[in-house]
T-cell receptor, first 112, second 110 residues
Framework: GAVVSQHPSRVICKSGTSVKIECRSL??????MFWYRQFPKQSLMLMAT?????????EQGVEKDKFLINHASLTLSTLTVTSAHPEDSSFYICSARGRELFFGSGTQLSVL | SQQGEEDPQALSIQEGENATMNCSYK?????LQWYRQNSGRGLVHLILIRSNEREKHSGRLRVTLDTSKKSSSLLITASRAADTASYFC??????????FGTGTRLLVSP
């Protein structure tokens, strides 16, 4: 079964609203989780590294005020897309580092 | 950008044929991994090859790694229609922070 649960799998929202995506490690503790974004027919681009109990490390060009990451526990990291706009429509996927690296199943965000 | 390059971008073959995808990367690595992604879905880990390994097999998959050329290849033998997907290489330079390649879209026709 899945060892990393990502929720929701699909979300449609209106422009200007905020959307929260959860990434949970189910049977292991993950001090580090990663968030990726994938545009259609493109590769996965690392957005940020989420560290439990500390601030996330964002990749160059990713707005930290736009994409809020909270890693409040060893099994949960959340990505909040604030004031979402159509250009934020994308596939977001997380991974969690245990003894191995496990990926969530992804969230398809569509902003109208 | 540190992103790796893959070629071809797209590959169309018949069932039973072999499919070869190539990946080039830019930095020193601890390991290189290959993933598969069906359209609009999550990633499936296929195989990991460490920097001190040159070749690895898993079922119908064969992966090679040439660290001097910073390149890797994935060979799928006797392909099936169910192998149709996008394939990505990903390099790990430490701490499992993966940098993905641009991907190859494989279409296997019955």
């Amino acid at each position: 079964g899945a060892v990393v649960s990502q929720h929701p799998s699909r979300v449609i929202c209106k422009s200007g609203t905020s959307v929260k995506i959860e990434c949970r490690s189910l049977d292991f503790q993950a001090t580090t989780m990663f968030w990726y974004r994938q545009f259609p027919k493109q590769s996965l681009m690392l957005m940020a590294t989420s560290n439990e109990g500390s601030k996330a490390t964002y990749e160059q060009g990713v707005e930290k005020d736009k994409f809020l990451i909270n890693h409040a526990s060893l099994t949960l990291s959340t990505l909040t897309v604030t004031s979402a706009h159509p250009e934020d429509s994308s596939f977001y996927i997380c991974s969690a580092r245990g003894r191995e690296l496990f990926f969530g199943s992804g969230t398809q965000l569509s902003v109208l | 950008s540190q992103q790796g390059e893959e070629d071809p971008q797209a590959l169309s073959i018949q069932e039973g044929e072999n499919a070869t995808m190539n990946c080039s990367y830019k930095t020193s690595i601890n390991n290189l991994q290959w993933y598969r992604q069906n359209s609009g879905r999550g990633l499936v880990h296929l195989i990991l090859i460490r920097s001190n390994e040159r070749e690895k097999h898993s079922g119908r998959l064969r992966v090679t790694l040439d660290t001097s050329k910073k390149s890797s290849s994935l060979l799928i033998t006797a392909s099936r229609a169910a192998d149709t997907a996008s394939y990505f290489c990903a390099t790990d330079s430490g701490f499992q922070k993966l940098v993905f390649g641009t991907g190859t879209r494989l279409l296997v026709s019955p």
